[in-house]
């Protein structure tokens, strides 16, 4: 039987009706919708991130949970190319707060009697591992938590950045970092002092892959499953950063304030990233792995005191703990990690004098200078005061 035109009509206005709820559905079911009280609170927020992406910044999200309020918001665009506007529910690069997650996942396999954090990550590697890492018989798996272990950059190493911005297709696979650094001296004495290396926590993830099989999908059952983090992915499938809703990532190539897209170099980099690197996420999903982290809700008491006992940098200043590190944002103490990457940049922080939780994210580059930053920077330190005034 023919529809008549009228009939048509209104299928196709219930097709569209039904979308339409499918869509709000899948936007309520990422991050929980923001109050009125909420709204007038971070008004200001708003303003500040609308003018971080007003000097160039392509977008930006911002999750914030207080005692009593819970508030996300995205300003600017996740793909530049299609005016796709940035989301709540786009996922976003954690880049090295991937460390905190690794941290704790260890500090679950210490409580369980798996792992020792004062013994020698030599114990709990395989035999040839072992060998290429000079005197890992001397370095503990806290000394690599908290950056103290001496263990020398394969991030710094021009052979690594050579291959990755010529050949981005280079497979990298996890001993290949290690074997970049394999008979390299220590840069320190062991325990000695801090200094932030990256080669540290992929080692770590090498320690958990031999104790575990495979330390991501010890990851995913013990986080990521028990907390129902639903839109956090971390090496569940070879293409798991092929998602549509992961953003585009944008750099300042030439450092002249001209930002080109970086996604394809992003994505190649990150895929490869182990114990480092390489977590994706939402606002929500990521307040809500720190809320519980902070609360007891994955390790125990203990264990988070020994994950927030700091370390000193060179001039006596508390650093980093196991996994977490210390700083100072918008004139208050900060407890959690940051991250940057070829074309995006991270933050997630609890601030205990306020009892609030911060996630920010952009989706253009940090570890490559551009003009853009030095202005956006100052606008970032302000958004920060006005959410914890």
């Known amino acids: 039987m023919k529809r008549n035109l009228t009939e048509k009509l209104l299928l196709l206005v219930f097709v569209f009706f039904a979308l339409s709820l499918a869509g709000n559905a899948q936007q309520e079911n990422c991050a929980p919708a923001n109050s009125d009280a909420a709204n007038r609170r971070f008004e200001s927020v708003r303003r500040k991130m609308d003018e971080v992406v007003s000097l160039g910044i392509p ?74 890492i000079s005197r890992s018989d001397e370095m503990t798996v806290r000394m690599l938590l908290n950056h103290s272990s001496g263990i020398p950059e394969y991030n710094y190493l021009p052979q690594y950045i050579t291959v990755l911005l010529q050949d981005p297709d280079h497979d990298f696979q996890p001993r290949d970092y290690m074997k970049l650094i394999q008979g390299k001296d220590l840069d320190f004495e062991p325990g000695s002092r801090y200094s932030y290396r990256n080669s540290g926590y992929v080692l770590l993830a090498l320690m958990m892959d031999h104790l575990t099989g495979d330390h991501a999908a010890y990851i995913r059952e013990n986080i990521f499953e028990r907390l129902g983090l639903k839109h956090t992915f971390y090496r569940d499938t070879p293409s798991y950063l092929d998602r549509p809703e992961l ?21 190649q980099n990150v895929k490869k990233m182990v114990g480092d690197d390489g977590i994706i996420t939402n606002p929500a999903d990521a307040i809500r792995f720190l809320e519980a982290l902070i609360e007891g809700k994955l390790v125990s008491k203990a264990s988070l005191a020994e994950m927030r006992t700091w370390i000193n940098d060179s001039n006596g200043v508390p650093q980093y703990g196991l996994g977490l590190d210390l700083t100072t ?19 997630l922080y609890y601030f205990p004098e306020k009892n609030t939780f911060v996630f920010l994210a952009i989706n253009l580059a940090t570890v490559t200078g551009s003009p853009i930053h030095s202005e956006a920077e100052k606008v970032l330190n302000e958004l920060y005061f006005e959410i914890l005034r």
């Open 59 to 132: 977008g930006m999200v911002a999750g914030v949970k207080t005692q009593d309020l819970e508030w996300y918001f995205a300003s600017g665009f996740s793909r530049l190319e299609s005016q796709t506007r940035m989301n709540t529910c786009n996922l976003q690069y954690l880049q090295s707060i991937s460390k905190t997650y690794l941290a704790t996942s260890i500090l679950i396999l210490s409580e369980r009697d798996k792992v020792d954090l004062d013994l020698p990550v030599s114990n709990y590697l395989p035999d040839d591992v072992a060998s290429w």
């Open 247 to 267: 953003v585009n990532g944008y750099w300042d190539r030439y450092s002249n304030g001209i930002l080109e897209n970086s996604s394809f170099l992003q994505v």
């Open 329 to 347: 944002l918008g004139g208050k103490e900060a407890i959690g990690h940051s991250g940057g990457g070829l074309g995006a940049g991270s933050q």
